[in-house]
Every structure is written in structure tokens, then in C-alpha cells.
């Protein structure tokens, strides 16, 4: 079989840094791939005006597969005064590539597993009545509904007449009617049956394959009555397919309170595209944080993988890189999964559990401590330094 074509996607910041040591691990496995760079994010829309240039576009349509480490996001004034001189003022407007590449190639349900590694000093722990510590092994996996809901787009600040007449219909504008120029600024949620159908298939699917007794919607029907009442109309039509499989009903803000005390009684968790940004990062604070919080978007045929953390341009100035590259290393354990070389991703995940697991090894993050320049000196793992040990193990994983 020939060799897949990945095309990696630095990014911006330590995207790039994350990027280089998680593919360095997955070589050392045994990973047999050629690799393409492409560029996207904010160094491109500062030189160019446009963060996702077509020809990375070219090369994800041609390869179908993506690795991508991190992007900057910045607000819309500090995104003008950053553009290149001669593309100040002709009102050009930063938005996420990502979420550009969601839509582009529908790539409709993000999957966010999330487990524990037993040694990390970050795992969710709780304190028992008789006063003794429990630090339950966790599990989760959040489907995220990727390319509708609040983050379609569609949105105005200033909305036309056009979009005023519309809304005015709606009884409940009637407060906003008389707002004008950008003292108004509207988005629209849009949930439509088939995006609620695919997302909830595909989690039922997943809890049915790995035996996962349950399935919890996170949406808020109770006031969200029309979209989030859609998405569970089609979570009960699609839970009778699966009878074996028990659907529970949550609202997100009830959802985020369980987490916090109960995070176990719910492994599998699907929400529409805000709620499950929200609840997917809930989820990795209690597994570890962002340091091991890793992602796959998935459409019918294309597929990308990312870390989810940012790309925290303050590291820029540090003289050694310091960011946890264990999220980028499980999100190229997830790319492998996709590919079939689940003997490989599996060896991985063994050698990062078994550096967690040693307690010699600890980032910044999983230390504690603030990302500054003299992490390393108080006891922080560099980034290359953790990547080495996780390649150090794989020999007896």
C-alpha cells in the first residue's frame, strides 16, 4: 500500500514548536507517511490579508488529510493594525481557517476523547465524605456538531434592512426594532435536522462499538425551545435505532454542575457546535488540561487532527519552547486510528501514559506553574525534553 500524504499545518506559535516533536514521536513509532507543509493562520493574513491560502486548500482537497497545530485569533482592531501596511483599511476581516475549513469541506462532527493518565498531578480528584481522596479514571468523549449553531457565520453587526424587516416579524424583536447603526449586532443559530442526525449517528455508533451504556445530549430546550428542541426530537428518533444504548437529556449549564462532581456517569456527551466547544474544554480541564486535549474533524472525505489548545504567541519570546506536546503527540495517535495503524497509535498512547505515569517527566503545566521563561529552571520538562521521554519509552510500550 502506498504511503498516505499528510498535509501539516504548523500554524502560528507554538503550533509550529508542537507540530515538529509529535511527528519526530510518531516517526520514531514507525509512522511511514510523506509529509507536506502548508501555510495558514495569522502570519498569513498579516503578510497576505488572507489566513488560509488556496493553495493549502489545493493540497487538503488533493491529500485529504490534515495535521494542524495552532492558530492565532485576534480581535477585529488588533487584526487591522497588524495587516501589512499596504493592506490596512480596505476593510479586510479576520476569520478562523478552521472554522473556514469546517465548512468548506464538512467536516460536520469533531470527536474530543479525553482519559485520564494515572501520575498526573492535574487529573480530577474529589474529596469523599469520610475525607479521603478519590481520583476516578476517566474516559469522555465529546461530539461536537462542527459546521452549524452560533458558529455558522452568519452574522451581522449593523444588520441590513432586509434582516431588520425579517426579524420584526418575530414578536420578541420587537425591543431591538429601534436600534440602529452597530449599536446591534445579531448572529443566527441554525440547527437543521440532517447536522443533528450525522453527529448523533456517528456518537451512538461510537458508544455501541466501545460498549458505552450511555449517550447524554447537552443542549437547553427549556429556552432554546425551536433548536436545541430539534436536536433532541432527532436524539430520541436516532436512540430507538440503538436500544441498547440509554439516551440522557442534560442542559448544558446542568451539565457543566455534574462535571464537576460526577464526571464518569456521562462517557459520551454530544452538543451543538458552541455548547460542545464549551463542554469539550469542561471535559479536558478534568482529564489534564489542555496539555492533553486533542481533537479529529471528520467529514465524509476529509479529515483533519489538531491539539486544541492556541498558540500562545507569549511563548514566542521564550528562549526554549515549554508547551506540553502530548496533545499534538494523542492527536496524531487519533490521525493514525483514522489511517488504520491503530498497532502504532496504541504503542504511543502506552509510552505517554508510562511518562505520565513515572512522575519524572512534568511540563509546565502539569507542574503548576506559570508559562514563563524560568519554568525550566523550577523543575518544567521543555518540550523537546518531554517528546524524548515519550520516544524513550516506546521501545518497552
Not at 416579524?169 to 441554525?190: M, S
Not at 507569549?314 to 496524531?332: Q, R, S, T
Not at 495517535?333 to 504511543?348: M, N
Not at 509546565?364 to 525534553?385: E, I, K, W
Amino acid at each position: 500500500m502506498s504511503k498516505p500524504t499528510i498535509v501539516v499545518m504548523p500554524g502560528d506559535g507554538i503550533g509550529r514548536v508542537v507540530t515538529d516533536e509529535a511527528f519526530r514521536v510518531l516517526l520514531e513509532a514507525g509512522f511511514d507517511a510523506q509529509l507536506v507543509t502548508a501555510e495558514i493562520g495569522w502570519s498569513c493574513f498579516v503578510r497576505d490579508g488572507d489566513p488560509l491560502p488556496s493553495r493549502t486548500i489545493e493540497l487538503i482537497r488533493e491529500h485529504r488529510i490534515g495535521f494542524l497545530g495552532a492558530i492565532t485569533s485576534k480581535a477585529r482592531s488588533a487584526a487591522e493594525a497588524e495587516l501589512a501596511p499596504p493592506l490596512r483599511g480596505r476593510g479586510i476581516v479576520y476569520r478562523s481557517p478552521l472554522l473556514t475549513l469546517r465548512q468548506r469541506f464538512d467536516l460536520a462532527t469533531c470527536v474530543r476523547p479525553a482519559r485520564t493518565f494515572p501520575g498526573n498531578p492535574t487529573n480530577f480528584v474529589r474529596r469523599l465524605a469520610d475525607g479521603t481522596i478519590e481520583e476516578p479514571p476517566l474516559a469522555i468523549t465529546v461530539f461536537r456538531q462542527n459546521t452549524e449553531g452560533l458558529y455558522s457565520g452568519v452574522e451581522w453587526s449593523d444588520p441590513p434592512a432586509a434582516v431588520r424587516e425579517a426579524l420584526a416579524l418575530h414578536p420578541l424583536f420587537a425591543p431591538f426594532r429601534n436600534l440602529g447603526g452597530r449599536d446591534l449586532a445579531i448572529a443566527v443559530r441554525i440547527v437543521t435536522r440532517e447536522g443533528c442526525r450525522r453527529i448523533l449517528d456517528d456518537a451512538f455508533r461510537y458508544a455501541e462499538r466501545d460498549r458505552v451504556p450511555t449517550v447524554t445530549l447537552s443542549e437547553k430546550s427549556n429556552v432554546l425551545r425551536d433548536t436545541s428542541g430539534l436536536f433532541e426530537e432527532v436524539a430520541r428518533d436516532v436512540q430507538r435505532e440503538h436500544p441498547g444504548i440509554k439516551l440522557k437529556t442534560v442542559a448544558i449549564d446542568a451539565l457543566l454542575l455534574e462535571l464537576t462532581r460526577r464526571p464518569e456517569e456521562h462517557p459520551v456527551i454530544v452538543a451543538s457546535n458552541l455548547f460542545g466547544d464549551i463542554v469539550s474544554d469542561a471535559v479536558a480541564g478534568l482529564t489534564g488540561g489542555l496539555g492533553f486535549a486533542c481533537s479529529a474533524n471528520l467529514g465524509r472525505d476529509v479529515a483533519i487532527f489538531e491539539p486544541v489548545h492556541g498558540s500562545a504567541p507569549h511563548h514566542a519570546a521564550f528562549p526554549v519552547p515549554i508547551a506540553n506536546p502530548c496533545a499534538a503527540i494523542l492527536a496524531g495517535c487519533l490521525l493514525l486510528d483514522h489511517l488504520g495503524d491503530t498497532e502504532i497509535s496504541g504503542r504511543v498512547r502506552r509510552a505517554v501514559a508510562a511518562v505520565v505515569a513515572e512522575r519524572r517527566v512534568r511540563t509546565y503545566d502539569m507542574l503548576r506553574l506559570a508559562a514563563s521563561p524560568d519554568a525550566p529552571s523550577r523543575g518544567a520538562a521543555t518540550t523537546r525534553a518531554m517528546a524524548d521521554a515519550v520516544i524513550a519509552r516506546l521501545g518497552a510500550s
